[in-house]
């Protein structure tokens, strides 16, 4: 990915009809467009009503214009903002004047691919723009809102610095051997290395929150036919958004809901019955239920009290991936009496009415306790899985340096891992960090003194 010295231009309001329209303009033709389409440059970051012209020097529109120079913008090239009405065809119309005037259609997140490139914000700032816009809760746009003002960066380039320092030190004791001082054997290493690794664990877990918050959890409601998880669907999603009848087999695709839970995203799917010996188009609706089951993050086994965990219900349990979170919801204990609420033991379990609500704050709870969910405060930044991923690679890379050191005291091997968790990490922000540590030992460190 390489910098452009083409000027690009889009309508960055949504389509439509709207009081407010606007163009922008990035590059270095941004001036030249400027003094074609408003007779002159717009003075710095001040906005001026001007009349926005055609070639033929008519009025396309009137508006406010804004002109950012190079370096001083969101792109770090010049900009210049058009902001008319907002009509579909006056927009197009402006947008194609820009073009005439040498700019080209901006590919989708150009601008801020560009500002990436021109190091206005790195690369988890710019997915952050993305989160934010796409937020499906406050919280969750809270949260982009501090990864786009670099909470998120703040935290892996501490642990970035944490590790150099680590390695300058390891490295201090393989290059220069003939010290009186064991380096290795200090005790300070093996103390900033756990410290290091205390850092990622607290990162890891505030990244994982973030992702919760920007993907929502999958959960996923299975069971035997009239169990009743059409029934909590529509409970949870306080409407009507599944059928519910008598009849087994009602439901046959995957029905999926988008909600939350005291800020926690939920992506719940109900789907089929599962059960032996189906029709031929209920069978197809069990199979597309087990490959749901195959991607979800917890599923909640809906279970009619009055039948209990029976042979059925085993059979279900036993085909379910091994390592994937069950929780057992006994239902309509409206009919049998069973008292509400969460009850303890393996695999967990939770009773409920889905048809008087009995129990149903105690499902909630647990489903937001299970993954730890809590609100973030002011600390609290957006996530991707590609972060975590990142972060568990990092993490990866410290133990078994951890364990290198510990069970060989092998100092070239610690830090080629630090070297790889550095690297983990530089895959988050987008950074390449040069290899100067020669440089930094001289610099920082009193050697053969």
Known sequence: MTLTTETIAAVATPPGRGGIGIVRV?????????????????????????????????????????????????????????????GPVVMDMLLQRTIELGARPAQPGEFSQRAFLNDKIDLAQAEAIAD???????????????????????????LVEQLTQLRMYVEAAIDFPEEEIDFLSDGRVTEWLKAAMEKLAEVQASARHGTLLRDGMNVVIAGSPNAGKSSLLNVLAQRDAAIVT???????????????IDGMPLNVVDTAGLRDDPDPIEAKG???????????????????DQTGANSAVRAIAQRLPPQLPVTYVFNK??????????????????????????????????????????????????ARRRHLTA????????????????????GELLAQDLFHAQ?????????VTPDNLLGRIFSE???GK
């Open 445 to 447: 460190f009193c050697i």
């Open 26 to 86: 990035s590059g270095p033709l941004a001036g030249t467009i400027a003094r074609a389409i408003l007779s002159r440059v717009p003075r710095p970051r001040y906005a001026e009503h001007r009349p926005f012209l055609d070639a033929e020097g008519r009025a396309i529109d009137d508006g406010i214009a804004l002109f950012f120079p190079a370096p001083h913008s969101f792109t770090g090239e010049d900009v210049l903002e058009l902001h008319g009405h907002g």
């Open 423 to 431: 690297k983990a990490l530089g895959l988050i922000t987008g950074e």
């Open 132 to 158: 934010l816009i796409n937020s499906a809760s406050q919280e969750a746009a809270r949260s982009a809102t501090r990864s786009l003002q670099g909470a998120f960066s703040e935290h892996i380039h501490t």
């Open 391 to 410: 972060l568990a690679l990092a993490a990866e890379y410290l133990e078994r340096g951890r364990r290198q050191l510990e069970e060989n005291n092998a």
């Open 286 to 304: 069990i199979e597309r239920a087990w490959k749901v089951i195959a991607h979800a993050d917890r599923v909640l086994l809906v279970i009619d």
């Open 333 to 382: 204990i409206d009919i049998t009496g069973t008292a509400p609420g969460i009850q303890e033991g393996r695999p967990q379990r939770v009773c409920i009415s889905a048809k008087t609500g009995a129990g149903m704050e105690d499902l909630c709870r647990h489903l937001t306790d299970s993954v730890n969910f809590h609100t973030t405060g002011e600390g609290g930044f957006i």
């Open 246 to 260: 008598d009849t087994p087999g009602t439901t046959r695709d995957p029905l999926r809901e988008h909600l939350s």
